[in-house]
């Protein structure tokens, strides 16, 4: 099924009400699955530029995963706020795969600042966001960080880089875990107690083709 900027096809979310983790495997907290789209959930794009296309359901083998594709294009699949506070669930961990990288893109460099998938952890409001952003790049070295402006200005960004080229190919699926409350607070001197997420993907300046998936996505407490 297919996300449009309308929220046409369906994304499921799955909520585990559980308390403190004691231990790494510990359910998680909230958690995030592809077989339908919530409500909650749109594709916003770029006035003026092709919207990249996300698809709930898409079939990977035995799996129902969230597929997106950019030809030229740019957009996020988005909800506002997750109900997730940072400062209980500090620990995000996804399953991701790179099928297509955009050619030639670097986002270190503005003219070139595309992206076959990146996840995004915004908070605040239309004035003024924070975002801490975790991306798959193509020419930007791993371990590379930035920061970096969006939206005239409105919204300040830290980014890693977590992956690249050099990771394609093989079977191609990464988990991933990260501490996004701590990512917060080096780059911005806080964490947020309620945050949305964003799913990007990106070959508007590159002018080239882009395509990715994602498994699930879920936040946890940190281990002991």
Excluded: H
């Amino acid at each position: 099924m297919r996300a449009t900027a309308a929220g046409v096809g369906y994304l499921a979310v799955a909520l585990f009400l559980a308390g403190p983790a004691r231990a790494q495997g510990a359910p998680p907290a909230w958690r995030l699955t592809f077989a339908s789209m919530p409500a909650d959930w749109d594709v916003r794009g770029v006035p003026g530029r092709p919207k990249a296309i996300f698809e709930a359901g898409y079939a990977d083998g035995s799996n129902r995963v969230l597929r997106m594709t950019s030809d030229k294009a740019t957009a996020a699949f988005k909800s506002g706020k997750l109900g997730v506070d940072l400062t209980r669930t500090p620990i995000m961990r996804w399953r991701w795969k790179a099928v297509t990288l955009p050619a030639g893109a670097d986002g270190s460099r503005e003219q070139l600042d595309d992206q076959a998938i990146g996840l995004y952890v915004s908070t605040g409001g239309m004035m003024r966001q924070k975002s801490v952003a975790y991306r798959w790049e193509t020419d930007t070295p791993k371990g590379a960080e930035g920061r970096a402006k969006y939206a005239a200005g409105v919204v300040s960004l830290f980014w890693r880089a977590l992956r690249n080229k050099d990771d394609l190919g093989n079977d191609g699926w990464f988990v991933e875990e990260v501490n996004v409350a701590e990512d917060f607070r080096r780059a911005f001197g806080d964490v947020p107690t309620n945050v949305g997420l964003g799913i990007s993907c990106n070959s508007q300046f590159t002018g080239t083709k882009a395509e990715a998936l994602l498994d699930w996505v879920e936040f946890r407490t940190a281990a002991p």
